[in-house]
Antibody, heavy 117, light 107 residues
Framework: EVHLQESGPSLVKPSQTLSLTCSVT????????WNWIRKFPGNKLEYMGY???????YYNPSLKSRISITRDTSKNQYYLQLNSVTTEDTATYYC???????????WGQGTLVTVSA | DIQMTQSSSSFSVSLGDRVTITCKAS??????LAWYQQKPGNAPRLLIS???SLETGVPSRFSGSGSGKDYTLSITSLQTEDVGTYYC?????????FGGGTKLEIK
């Protein structure tokens, strides 16, 4: 069974960089698509981007040049970096495995990141 | 970006009721539509993909329908464990986008 687990700081100061790790078991990140999605207070869900089996990436244009998704295949982990955060980036962040033609099938439990001084 | 609109943000229903949740896309999404259920404290769970295909393990009282821009999630005979928030999501065009959610509560 595929299992994803987010980890990282729960509190980040404004203007700093938010960094999260997604550890994957039960599947290899060298197959398929590996995504980040966030849920804001008030329940809005936003798709952030993915890293593919080949290492190619796609980012939501709304995040412009602030986002980077990378991976370490030897650890079967992938990562999210979001630069220059503001309080508007306070959200629960999920790492998610999508399946072609089926949407977001496997989700991590999510990690709440608060941006505050 | 394709906008996904769920007409109701919340409503109260009785156990055993039939529930219908609607989702409208700002353009044709060619049945590339998924439905998710989220319970408090949990991650969203994929219920339906391709507008109508039930995921493994999802009770048969859930069903999806629709085409073009308009889609529906139905729950026949609502159970206590169905309480939560339901989201639609399109995967026709990047960036993939979600509806605002519909929260179901028991009367």
């Amino acid at each position: 069974e595929v299992h994803l687990q987010e980890s990282g700081p729960s509190l980040v100061k404004p203007s700093q960089t938010l960094s999260l790790t997604c550890s994957v078991t039960g599947d290899s990140i060298t197959s398929g698509y590996w995504n980040w999605i966030r849920k804001f207070p008030g329940n809005k869900l936003e798709y952030m981007g993915y890293i593919s089996y080949s290492g190619s990436t796609y980012y939501n244009p709304s995040l412009k040049s602030r986002i980077s998704i990378t991976r370490d295949t030897s650890k079967n982990q992938y990562y999210l970096q979001l630069n220059s955060v503001t309080t508007e980036d306070t959200a629960t962040y999920y790492c998610v495995r999508s399946l072609h033609g089926r949407g977001f099938a496997y989700w991590g439990q999510g990690t709440l990141v608060t941006v505050s001084a | 970006d394709i906008q996904m609109t769920q007409s109701s943000s919340s409503f109260s229903v009785s156990l055993g009721d039939r529930v219908t949740i609607t989702c409208k896309a700002s353009e044709d999404i060619y049945n590339r539509l998924a439905w998710y259920q989220q319970k408090p404290g949990n991650a969203p769970r994929l219920l339906i993909s391709g507008a109508t295909s039930l995921e493994t393990g999802v009770p048969s009282r859930f069903s999806g329908s629709g085409s073009g821009k308009d889609y529906t999630l139905s729950i026949t005979s609502l159970q206590t464990e169905d309480v939560g928030t339901y989201y639609c999501q399109q995967y026709w065009s990047n960036p993939w986008t979600f509806g605002g959610g519909t929260k179901l509560e028991i009367k």
